[in-house]
């Protein structure tokens, strides 16, 4: 499959996708999921919901005590930000590229903002982004399509979102699900973050290796 002609509007997933961060997840998890006696964070995941974003996946980590655990992760996992997340090679050229060609560019994410923010302005220009929309904001997150009507709201009604106009940029299948719901095209770049990359190709889907290879392919477009 190639690369459609630039849309209006590209919307970016975070986690796994512009920014690195499996490190500082594995580590923050792994010090709540030690101090309430559980098992490490791989037995752990087992209990995991896939269509979930980790944050709601916390009561099946921790059950009751889903709350403060949640919060204890973020507190250990704002530390970790300056020296454990870090972006993908390339991925600022394919914004500037976007932004360049006049696409507007959004953040569209299940990750809390309290620590999107601090992310994001370590790792790239808040100013590229014309919206940043983040867990919970949205009546349901990805990947129900909702996240991209909520994201686009005032810009396209949900009837209006196609294939040529919108563009979901993400690395998992949470990612092209929502954008095929949404009638949006799907882009899918690097190894999802939590799996091997193994699963069935969709057909409907843009698969591209990294970004260096993103950026090529709008090169020469």
């Known amino acids: 499959m190639e690369l459609p002609t630039l849309p209006q509007y590209a919307l970016f ?3 796994g996708t512009l920014a690195f961060t499996k490190d500082a997840v594995v580590y923050s998890l792994s010090k709540v999921l030690k101090e309430y006696g559980l098992p490490d964070w791989q037995q752990a995941f087992t209990k995991r919901n896939k269509q979930l974003s980790l944050r709601d996946n916390f009561p099946n ?7 403060v655990a949640y919060e204890k ?3 250990i996992y704002r530390k970790q930000i300056p020296t454990l997340v870090k972006s993908f090679p390339y991925a600022a050229k394919v914004l500037e590229f976007l ?3 006049h696409v507007s560019l959004m953040i569209m994410t299940n990750k809390d903002r309290r620590l999107l923010e601090v992310e994001l302005a370590q ?7 014309d919206r940043i929309v983040c867990s919970h904001e949205a009546p349901k ?3 129900w399509p909702d996240h991209i009507f909520y994201t686009l709201r005032g810009l396209l009604t949900p009837a209006e979102i196609n ?3 919108v563009w979901m940029v993400g690395d998992t299948a949470q990612d092209s699900d929502c954008a095929l719901s949404a009638h949006a095209f ?13 699963e069935e190709k969709n057909p409907k889907v843009l698969y591209i290796k990294d970004f260096k290879a993103f950026y090529n392919m709008l090169a020469k477009s």
């Not at 980590?61 to 709350?67: H, L, N, P, R």
């Open 13 to 15: 997933d975070w986690d």
């Open 61 to 67: 980590f921790f059950g009751s005590d889903a709350a």
């Open 73 to 75: 992760y973020v507190e």
């Open 99 to 101: 932004q360049a060609n």
């Open 123 to 129: 790792l790239y220009n808040p100013e590229w982004f």
């Open 141 to 143: 997150d990805k990947p």
């Open 163 to 165: 294939s040529q106009d």
């Open 186 to 198: 799907p882009i899918r770049v690097n190894e999802p973050i939590w799996g091997s990359g193994t």
